[in-house]
């Protein structure tokens, strides 16, 4: 009982301090001190009186959503004496495999360095600063030669029920229940009148329940922004500007990684192709946002560093590249893409994703024992597949058609790129609803459920792989109802 206290009351002071440091407390302190001026606050009542007006004006509310934020993301309880490498990640032999995974990266981004004699950043000269500057809104018309570059790694280098109660077969869903044959009376109507009162409360853990059921379209936007506490201030939209003058100054190698990426998925999708511009504009401004890196603090990963010319070797020269310590991966953009459909104001939509990766998405390309990292995804989907399904399982084994070589791409890019949109996301008010990316894993072993006929049928991983080849005609939420609650080992 008294661990728990002292956990609790660390995990309070830490996000006490966290939040010291934001915007939302610079606010807060703001109204404070002009609530004096105001005739219902009296001296004898002080604290009481200006907790009484933030609950009346709503700052109630914007705090408990901070709060709330912070504890999505906020690291496990440990042993205040444990070093600070335990938190990123427990396990030593997980640290050391991620360890072992950074410096096959770095020797392969520097190794591209060397070949093409290309820096890893360098100053754009003014002429270059205002081409980019007047093109910046058609990026996706620039053709640049990246023939010679070739990204860093792609996820297939990488592989060397209770809790989804709310998805049962007698709770409505949207995914399901809206479709043309079901009246909106009985469920729909229902569920957007209850999504707006949520908006209406500005309440991001009631958003966060209510859309395990689904969100309806007209709200999606809202709703997610809501429960990652995203408003869009005015010095967010400063933050971007910020980000975006980096860009148009510096040029730096990641940069042709990003273009590269676009070009060879997200301008081939037949989805996404539109977006083109949008995904250079976040992924150029992602990679130079060094607020990025706080997320180290709880990742397994560690940013990689560079050194200033001719001071290798020395720490104080050192420099975290890329600035936000991520280096993209193929597939990278896909993450963006979806998100597209949703902002269209590109500080919104930035804000977004940056949300999303730093509480979700970076734990599908990173070495940790997290139940949402990969390693644990792979583990639930094999699990599943071996549980419910073992002569499949056994069958594609025999003919060397691994079940995991095939479903690992489709949970390290959260399906995207593999679903249609709107299905895509449904299955990501689902991961948010939650806030776990085990759905991924329950959604790749439902796809070899549901094709597990045809499956049986094929003698080698080629045959299975053209049977899994496409999956843009699947409805997510059938598939995972009936999985999670409608099959019998």
Same mark, same amino acid.
Request: proline letters at 6%; charged letters at 20%.
């Given at each position: ?6 956990d609790l009351s660390l995990i309070i002071a ?6 010291? #440091? ?52 906020? @690291? ?7 070093? @600070?490498? /335990? ?69 297939? #280098? ?19 229940? #809206? ?7 009985? *469920?729909?109507?229902? /569920? ?20 395990r059921q689904g969100s309806p379209t007209a ?14 201030? @005015? ?33 081939? #999708?037949?989805?996404? *192709? ?69 902002? /269209?104001? @590109? ?14 998405? *970076? ?44 479903? *690992? ?19 990501w008010d689902r991961i948010l609803g939650y ?55």
């Amino acid at each position: 009982m008294l661990q728990e206290e002292s956990d609790l009351s660390l995990i309070i002071a830490q996000i006490v301090q966290k939040l010291k #440091d934001s915007n939302l407390y610079a606010q807060l302190e703001r109204q404070a001190w002009d609530s004096l001026q105001r005739p219902e606050i009296k001296l004898e009542s002080l604290k009481e009186d200006i907790k009484e007006f933030f609950k009346i004006s709503g700052w109630e509310k914007k705090l408990q959503n901070a709060v709330y934020s912070e504890l999505s993301v906020f @690291p496990l309880p440990s042993h205040p004496a444990a070093p @600070p490498e /335990h938190l990123k990640e427990p396990l030593v032999y997980m640290r050391k495999a991620q360890g072992s995974w950074e410096k096959r990266i770095l020797k392969s981004l520097n190794s591209m360095c060397t070949e093409l004699s290309i820096p890893l950043a360098r100053k754009r000269p003014v002429g270059e600063q205002k081409e980019l500057l007047n093109k910046w809104n058609e990026m996706g018309t620039d053709e640049p030669d990246l023939s010679l570059f070739r990204p860093v790694y792609a996820p297939k #280098d990488f592989l060397e029920k209770e809790f989804f109660v709310e998805l049962g077969l007698s709770t409505g869903q949207l995914g399901i229940d #809206d479709s043309t044959q079901v009246p909106p009376e009985l *469920f729909e109507n229902e /569920h957007v009148r209850i999504g707006q009162k949520v908006l209406a409360e500005q309440d991001s853990a009631a958003a966060q329940q209510y859309i395990r059921q689904g969100s309806p379209t007209a709200l999606r936007a809202e709703l997610w922004a809501l429960i990652l506490n995203i408003s869009s201030q @005015p010095e967010d939209i400063l933050y971007y500007e910020q980000l975006k003058t980096n860009v148009i100054q510096h040029d730096l190698l990641v940069d042709s990684l990003i273009y590269k990426d676009v070009k060879l998925t997200a301008s081939n #999708d037949d989805y996404y *192709f539109v977006f083109e511009d949008y995904l250079y504009q976040v992924l150029l401004c992602f990679s130079r946002d060094t607020s990025v890196l706080s997320h180290f603090a709880y990742n397994s990963a560690s940013p990689p560093k560079s050194y200033i010319r001719g001071k290798l070797g020395l720490e104080e020269y050192a420099v975290f590249y890329p600035p936000n310590g991520v280096i993209p991966f193929h597939g990278f953009s896909m993450y963006v893409a979806p998100l597209c459909f949703l902002y /269209h104001e @590109p500080s919104k939509l930035y804000q977004i994703f940056r949300e999303m990766y730093v509480r979700f998405f *970076f734990r599908l390309h990173s070495i940790s024992s997290h139940p949402s990292g990969i390693v644990s995804l792979c583990l639930l989907f094999e699990t599943l597949l071996q549980t419910y399904l073992p002569q499949l399982f056994y069958h594609l084994r025999e003919i060397g058609a691994q079940p995991l070589r095939i479903s *690992f791409k489709w949970m390290v890019r959260a399906f995207s790129g593999y679903l249609a949109t709107d299905q895509l996301l449904l299955l990501w008010d689902r991961i948010l609803g939650y806030n776990s990316l085990e759905i991924l894993a329950v959604l790749a072993a439902a796809v070899f459920a549901f094709r597990a006929v045809n499956l049986m049928e094929v003698t080698s991983l080629a045959a299975a792989e053209a049977v899994l080849a496409d999956l843009s005609t699947l409805k997510v939420m059938p598939l995972l109802q009936i999985f999670l609650f409608a099959t019998v080992t």
